[in-house]
């Protein structure tokens, strides 16, 4: 199985909230898996879940100290994750028109799940829990988790 995963499922692990996730305990055992679970991450999920991590800091919603222990947790995901780097096939795909409004960085993150998809050969599960990334990654065909439309 393949799975891409936006900020919004990364941070609702991070800060432990309510509602459907990704399995993270497949993070940490990709080869072990009798099931092969591989998760894909955009650099741009870094940026994006970063600014999102900052933003709650500036609001007063975390102190400096949470922010530096969220941040390390972040990296660390990140870590486990195959990070894909922008190229001009992402862009691409990004830039197309969709038949919904969708914002830049959603554009990315759908561009570059299917652009997995194409070099894989496979279908990847998009997860995410932001309703309008969901609608602009079913605009694109692509098998949507972690939110209900």
């Known amino acids: ?3 891409y995963l936006d900020a919004s499922a990364l941070l609702r692990v991070l800060f432990d909230e309510p509602g459907e996730r990704f399995r993270t305990e497949a993070l940490h055992r990709r080869s072990s898996s009798t099931e092969r679970v591989d998760h894909y991450g955009s650099d ?3 940026v994006d879940a970063s600014r999102a991590i900052d933003r709650l ?3 007063g919603q975390i102190d400096d ?3 530096v222990r969220k941040s390390g947790e972040l990296r660390a995901m ?3 994750l195959h990070m894909i780097p922008m190229n001009r096939s992402i862009v691409a795909l990004a830039s197309a ?3 919904v409004g969708v914002r830049a ?3 990315i993150h759908v561009g570059s799940a299917q652009w997995i ?3 894989l050969g496979s279908r990847v599960a998009f997860w995410t829990h932001d309703r309008r990334q969901a609608i602009a990654a079913l605009s694109r065909g692509l098998t949507v988790r972690g939110v209900e439309i």
């Open 78 to 80: 990140l870590n486990a």
């Open 1 to 3: 199985m393949t799975v």
């Open 57 to 59: 800091r500036l609001l």
């Open 105 to 107: 960085l959603d554009a």
């Open 44 to 46: 741009v999920l870094e």
């Open 97 to 99: 028109p969709f038949g």
């Open 117 to 119: 998809e194409r070099e």
């Open 65 to 67: 100290a949470e922010c």
